[in-house]
């Protein structure tokens, strides 16, 4: 089985920085697309930055410039550097992978996710 494990959430004052990480474990063949997910009190979930194994990165407009991910396929990991932190990025983020497992079949998977608390 799969799993994703986040860590790196906590609490941050505004104009600080946090960086994320999702660990992936289980029966792996390949990880195509990786990504970051949030949502916050009151929203739906949002698309926050996505990576493809090829490198092409894909960010949303409201943390462009801020925000940077990054990806190790050795260690089946990927990361958000998050800089100058706001309030609005207060959120639960989640870890995002498309896999291809042992068997070939190619799979979403997503981890529990991680609070990120801004203050003000």
């Known amino acids: 089985q799969v799993q994703l494990v986040e860590s790196g959430g906590g609490l941050v004052q505004a104009g600080g920085s946090l960086r994320l990480s999702c660990a992936a474990s289980g029966s792996i063949v390949s990880i195509r697309a990786m990504g970051w997910y949030r949502q916050a009190p009151g929203k739906q979930r949002e698309m926050v930055a996505t990576i493809t194994r090829g490198m092409i990165t894909n960010y949303a407009d409201s943390v462009k410039g801020r925000f940077t991910i990054s990806r190790d396929n050795a260690k089946n990991m990927v990361y958000l550097q998050m800089n100058s932190l706001k309030s609005e990025d207060t959120a639960v983020y989640y870890c995002?992978?498309?896999?291809?497992?042992?068997?070939?079949?190619?799979?979403?998977?997503w981890g529990q996710g991680t609070q990120v608390t801004v203050s003000t």
């Open positions: 995002f992978m498309n896999i291809r497992n042992s068997d070939y079949s190619v799979a979403d998977y």
